[in-house]
């Protein structure tokens, strides 16, 4: 556990009076901290809590362009907007993230594959710098300081606000399809035959199946439901949005719970309940089931996971999620969910994520030194088929694979050199990748 200073400014003159003369060497902006590795922790300086930039600054509901600060959360936009007809068009797995941070890791979501990531929606945003500017950077102004931002991990100042086009919808549900596939040649068929006429999908592989049932999976696919789409009890009000359901996990689970028993019970329990099948769900059951349930990391008992996500390009994917697999299967651990998705085209973001391929997120039970052990193995089978790690899920990733996976890494430490010659901002990951090297 990391133990940081904290400070957390209540208007931009305080933030600007903290970069200026905080004792501490150097700060990491933190915005919700859902980051699962060290993106937004800093043990050797300090910490920003942005909480308190919340406001929506402007919409135009003809443009569907956003103005809001940079700790609005994404569940703030959904609870105000979508009543209206609009929906935020790129969205993760959990919709408590804040604009600045989703910048920061241009997070992707279920439709990476049609929509691209949170920087193909971004239209401007401002930047906080070192030396106390405040700079305008979209593709057009500072559009360097912008693609080293965007996906950036916060190590380029702070960003203040931004303007973020959404999407139009008529309803607040979704049209869902569940289908069940034998193992992965299945599901990489299906992903490629279905991904051109449905906007979402996501597969859950059962990590823990071999031989011919290598693969096995449940591919959880979406469109916007249309009125028509709707039960007639929800067509009087088709945008309304359900009401989260928060049941509580009460207590940390034993550690046996993680225990692969445990994962091949949950795995069947997983494949059984979910068969082919087609049906309208609300939003939020569709894209953030985990947020249903408060606390729901208790369940992965004290030692907790180590999430891991993947990338293969598409000509290697094959082949690298056969290695990652029958690692898995293999290894005395296996993970507790696996989850796949198709990955269209990169960003520009010089440390962004995604670029055409599938890719692969585990939760993968800590186990101390055997945990990170496999997560090495996973790296060099990454590295073997020109694959990357996700910073923003990183926990143990080297300086040297991290090279080798982001080739633009140099061009940033570049940009990054000119905008915070001083490393004001800095963080717990970006020391362990070695990005406060000069080289």
């Given at each position: ?7 957390r ?24 901290g ?25 919409f ?31 969205t993760?797995?959990?919709e ?30 401002r930047?906080?710098?070192a ?9 057009d ?5 912008f ?21 139009r919808v ?7 399809e569940?289908?069940?596939?034998r ?10 035959e ?11 592989i059962?990590?823990l ?8 999976s ?37 550690n ?36 249903s ?42 993970a ?17 994520f ?7 997120a ?19 089978i ?7 790690v996700?910073?923003?899920k ?10 080798d ?26 020391r ?8």
């Amino acid at each position: 556990m990391e133990e940081c200073t904290v400070y957390r400014p209540e208007r931009l003159s305080a933030l600007q009076a903290i970069v200026d003369r905080a004792p501490q060497s150097d700060l990491t902006p933190r915005g919700l901290g859902r980051s699962y590795g060290d993106a937004s922790l800093n043990r050797t300086g300090a910490v920003l809590l942005s909480q308190r930039f919340d406001r929506i600054l402007g919409f135009d509901a003809e443009t569907a362009e956003l103005h809001c600060e940079a700790s609005v959360s994404l569940s703030e936009i959904l609870e105000r907007f979508l009543p209206q007809g609009f929906f935020f068009p790129v969205t993760p797995g959990t919709e408590f993230i804040t604009i600045g941070g989703a910048i920061a890791a241009d997070v992707h979501g279920k439709n990476h594959h049609e929509s691209g990531s949170m920087s193909a929606w971004l239209r401007d945003f401002r930047l906080l710098t070192a030396d106390g500017q405040i700079l305008d950077c979209s593709r057009d102004s500072n559009p360097e300081v912008f693609w080293a931002t965007v996906g950036g991990m916060g190590l380029t100042g702070v960003i203040l606000d931004a303007r973020i086009q959404l999407q139009r919808v008529e309803t607040a549900h979704m049209r869902t399809e569940h289908e069940q596939l034998r193992d992965l040649d299945a599901l990489l068929e299906r992903t490629s035959e279905t991904d051109s006429s449905c906007a979402y999908s996501v597969a859950w592989i059962d990590c823990l199946s071999r031989g011919r049932q290598l693969g096995r999976s449940v591919v959880l696919r979406a469109n916007h439901a249309e009125p028509e789409d709707l039960p007639l009890s929800l067509r009087n009000a088709p945008l309304t949005l359900a009401t989260r359901r928060t049941p509580r996990v009460p207590f940390t689970l034993p550690n046996f719970a993680l225990s692969r028993p445990s994962m091949r019970a949950f795995n069947e329990l997983y494949f059984r309940t979910h068969p082919t099948r087609t049906f309208v769900s609300d939003c939020r059951s569709y894209f953030y089931p985990l947020d249903s349930i408060r606390d729901w990391n208790r369940a992965y008992g004290r030692r907790g996971v180590l999430q891991y996500q993947c990338l293969f390009p598409t000509a290697n994917a094959r082949s690298g999620l056969v290695q990652v697999l029958e690692t898995l299967a293999n290894s005395g651990s296996g993970a507790f969910l696996s989850v796949l998705k198709s990955m269209g085209p990169a960003s520009g973001g010089l440390l962004s994520f995604p670029y055409p391929g599938q890719t692969l997120a585990l939760d993968l039970p800590f186990t101390g030194a055997a945990a990170r052990e496999l997560v090495a193995r996973l790296d060099a089978i990454v590295l073997e088929h020109g694959g990357r790690v996700y910073l923003a899920k990183d926990a143990c990733l080297s300086p040297e694979s991290f090279r080798d996976m982001y080739p633009e890494a140099g061009r940033f430490r570049e940009i990054r050199n000119r905008v915070d010659p001083g490393r004001r901002f800095s963080s717990s990951l970006a020391r362990r990748l070695g990005l406060e090297d000069s080289a």
